[in-house]
């Protein structure tokens, strides 16, 4: 059963447009929710997060909106950078219990120059 | 600060062996997880340590062990290697303590093939 849902397997978009990746949950035990970026060979790097209390979270480039009535999240990334080329992965845990992640199955991103 | 090291970084073992991997956390991160990484099934919690106590653990089997030493430094055994454990390992540090929200910091990998 797979609680963290990433439908798109890819995304391709052009330099300096925005990028929208969407990632929804099942489990609403689920209040901390986190985006990674994974280059090739490399471990995920930390981008940014989101608690359950807010719906939207801003870090330079990158926002994080999250709608808990729909379990819904995105990612936007304005604006796009060839080298924000990578693949994201969504990411869920519980308050209290957040070093066990649950990770959706990945979004390729590809910034077209 | 330095970060999440991993070694080794590949590994190539036969069916039946065992292996053990290492990872080093962030300098004053107690919490260390495990993550197994493989193409069909994404990335998938193994456990988690905190002051050399495994506070959680995945689906995985028995096979599966890990530990954690004073230092935090941590180490996972897997033991009766099968074909399906060829995989990237990742290990993930935290300044978690048990309460709050804490992001994870996650180590370059070990890729361990098994033939």
């Known amino acids: 059963d797979q609680q963290v849902k990433q439908n798109s397997p890819s995304l391709s978009v052009q330099e300096g447009r925005i990028s929208i990746l969407n990632c929804d949950y099942t489990?609403?035990?689920?209040?901390?929710f986190l985006w990674y970026k994974k280059y090739p060979a490399e471990g995920p790097t930390f981008l940014i997060s989101i608690s359950s209390i807010k719906d939207k979270n801003e870090d330079g480039r990158f926002t994080v909106f999250l709608n808990k009535s729909a379990k819904h999240l995105s990612l936007h990334i304005v604006p796009s950078q060839p080298g924000d080329s990578a693949v994201y992965f969504c990411a869920a845990s519980r308050v209290g219990s957040n070093y066990k992640l649950t990770f959706g199955k990945g979004t390729l991103l590809t910034v077209n120059p | 600060k330095a970060g999440v090291t991993q070694t080794p970084r590949y590994l190539i073992k036969t069916r039946g062996q065992q292996v053990t991997l290492s990872c080093s956390p962030i300098s004053g991160h107690r919490s260390v997880s495990w993550y197994q990484q493989t193409p069909g099934q994404g990335l998938q919690f193994l456990f988690e340590y905190f002051s050399e106590t495994q506070r959680n653990k995945g689906n995985f089997p028995g096979r599966f062990s890990g530990r954690q030493f004073s230092n935090s430094r941590s180490e996972m055994n897997v033991s009766t290697l099968e074909l399906g454990d060829s995989a990237l390992y990742l290990c993930a540090s935290s300044p978690s303590t048990g309460t709050g929200t804490y992001e994870q910091y996650f180590g370059p990998g070990t890729r361990l093939t098994v033939t």
């Open positions: 489990n609403s035990m689920f209040d901390y």
